[in-house]
């Protein structure tokens, strides 16, 4: 061990003598460890909120869709589908025409997203369209296709009368309404023929690989068509996602920043008070050099234990908050009832290794001034 | 003053502080040899500039102008680095308030030196503890500063300034904070770690009787009018 890390050990263990370093040593500590605490707690908060979203697009949403590269309608929706299922194995599959409808009750007429799929087998609407039309389960509504028919009377527009069978929650995303019913009915309405405009695939065992797998399984089969993975499909959520992350990480860190200024004026002040030291180390023969890598060592020591500090408590506080569900949410607000904490290792890594930076950062300063001081400084103005 | 070669050599040093009208000369055109193996006392008013003398030929300052030698090398030019490593290996300082680190015990202060000179620290612990028997203090080497008397801490001080066995002792005031007995104590061991040591030594001191026990004494007075006893 060098002399310059033995004496840095000694003024950060001599906190049990109660020197006026030690206090100070103390309150840069406590003011690192709060920042990391706060830091550490807040993104474990934001990751379990955000892991529940997550969650409930992969639990409710399309892991991977497949449509043509050009035009609406694909070539030869039951070649593609053997090619998916050949390569891919056991994924669900299912054939889907999407379009927008005026549909109407009694009360209203609204236009909504209508969406047929091979795997639906009545029609459902979510709970957006069921409030703006008033309708509920088995309350009649009329399908409005803006495709029209010549009829005896003249052109009129495709339409299909049919019961509500079921009132659900709207797709992750989802801001309109939207109305699910049988692939049969849903092409009727929209292309008066068997259509399909995309297949769309889930896959629970990988549901973030399984775009990627498709897109190599058709380039294997020589198959043309876009693919959309779930990050293209649900993108701007997730970016949104991502960027609140980063915001919250840049405006909490901004307490690591404090934490940090506040280190750099009490190692100053360490270093003001330690001037007859520091002129009694230099005139021993520690060189400006050593004198500078201990101060360092003493910034990023006092971050070392701060921050080690604030991230196991940070980390205990946010697991004993998440195991005893100790703050509920009300139920039907939120998709969860208690409030979410996930602790991500590498998140915890980033903010230690941005307190250790920011504190090295912090004591450049001082020991650069301890430095270039001459060392008779010290000893004449004692 | 010794036909000897001088170990401690200045040739014209001058040294003010301050600037303009606030400038303050202290040493003016400063001529000193000192042979190998002597001791020099160093007496005079207070503010003449004793300390300055001790400062500039241990390395802590720098002169305005002039030579200085140390065992026949230049050494006013050197940088920082190389003078904090030449006083490391060469020269022993004794302040007059002991300025031991709060922080270490008596042992580890005494190691200190050993320790920046890169000497492990089992080996520079063992040394430390040669030290402290031989200023009679091994019983309290684990003992802190504050739990020290202040005899006891100055002789620890001498004992740290020999750890390294340096050449040149430099001693400012070394007795100027303590009682009688002490002072005499401490003067003492450091008369007779001199003599054990083969080492030049320097001591500033307002004590006429410490002075007259010293090889040689300098008188240093303002404006320069400097003269030497034998």
Request: one cysteine or more.
């Amino acid at each position: 061990m060098s002399a310059e890390l033995h004496l840095a050990r000694r003024y950060l263990v001599g906190l049990r003598r109660r020197t006026h370093v030690a206090t100070v040593t103390l309150i840069s500590m406590v003011g690192l460890c709060l920042g990391v605490l706060a830091l550490v707690v807040t993104l474990a908060l934001l990751e379990g909120f955000q892991s529940s979203i997550r969650s409930e697009i992969v639990a409710r949403a399309t892991h991977a869709r497949v449509s043509p590269s050009r035009g609406r309608r694909l070539e030869d929706p039951v070649k593609l589908a053997s090619v998916l299922q050949e390569k891919l194995g056991q994924v669900e599959m299912v054939q889907v025409v999407r379009g927008t409808c005026l549909v109407s009750s009694l009360s209203d007429a609204v236009p909504a997203s209508v969406v047929g799929r091979s795997d639906v087998l009545e029609v459902v609407v979510d709970r957006i369209l069921a409030a703006r039309l008033g309708v509920g389960v088995g309350d009649e509504v009329q399908v409005i296709s803006p495709r029209q028919r010549l009829t005896p009377m003249g052109p009129l527009p495709v339409r299909v009368r049919t019961e509500v069978a079921d009132v659900r929650a709207p797709e992750p995303g989802a801001e309109g309404g939207a109305v699910r019913m049988p692939l049969v009915l849903a092409q009727r309405l929209l292309w008066g023929g068997e259509v399909v405009e995309a297949i769309e695939l889930r896959d629970s065992e990988r549901p973030w690989r399984l775009g990627a797998r498709v897109r190599d399984a058709l380039d294997d089969a020589g198959v043309a068509a876009q693919v959309q993975g779930l990050d293209e499909l649900h993108r701007p959520l997730l970016l949104a996602l991502a960027l609140e992350r980063v915001m919250i990480f840049v405006a909490v860190g901004l307490m690591l920043v404090v934490a940090a200024l506040n280190l750099l004026c009490n190692v100053a002040m360490v270093a003001a008070e330690k001037r007859t030291d520091l002129a009694v180390l230099s005139g021993i023969g520690m060189t400006p050099r050593a004198l500078r890598r201990l101060f360092l060592l003493l910034g990023t020591g006092i971050g070392l234990v701060g921050s080690t500090m604030g991230a196991v408590l940070g980390i205990a506080i946010a697991l004993l908050l998440d195991r005893t569900q100790a703050l509920p949410l009300p139920r039907g607000v939120f998709i969860v009832s208690s409030v979410p904490f996930r602790v991500d290792p590498a998140m915890v890594g980033l903010v230690m290794a941005v307190a250790l930076s920011l504190a090295a950062a912090a004591s450049w300063l001082p020991s650069r001034m301890v430095a270039r001081r001459e060392p008779a400084e010290g000893l004449r103005y004692e | 003053m010794s036909d000897a070669q001088p170990f401690v050599d200045l040739r014209g040093v001058s040294k003010g502080f301050g600037t303009g009208s606030a400038r303050v000369e202290v040493l003016r055109d400063l001529d000193l040899e000192v042979p190998s193996g002597r001791m020099l006392a160093v007496v005079g008013p207070s503010g003449v500039g004793k300390s300055t003398l001790l400062h500039l030929v241990g390395l802590l300052d720098r002169p305005d102008a002039g030579r200085l030698e140390l065992d026949g090398r230049e050494v006013a030019i050197l940088d920082g680095e190389e003078r904090a490593r030449l006083r490391n290996r060469m020269i022993g300082f004794v302040f007059q308030y002991h300025h031991l680190l709060d922080e270490l015990d008596a042992r580890d202060n005494v190691a200190l030196p050993l320790r920046i000179a890169g000497e492990s620290a089992g080996r520079a612990r063992a040394r430390a503890m040669e030290l402290l028997e031989a200023v009679n203090l091994s019983d309290r080497a684990g003992h802190f500063p504050d739990q020290l008397s202040g005899g006891e801490q100055q002789r620890v001080a001498v004992a740290r300034a020999l750890a390294v066995e340096p050449r040149l002792l430099l001693a400012d005031e070394p007795t100027g904070n303590l009682d009688r007995a002490n002072a005499e104590q401490v003067f003492s061991l450091v008369q007779e770690l001199h003599l054990l040591a083969g080492l030049t030594s320097i001591i500033v001191t307002h004590n006429e009787e410490i002075a007259r026990m010293c090889d040689d004494v300098f008188r240093l007075a303002p404006a320069g009018d400097n003269f030497e006893d034998v």
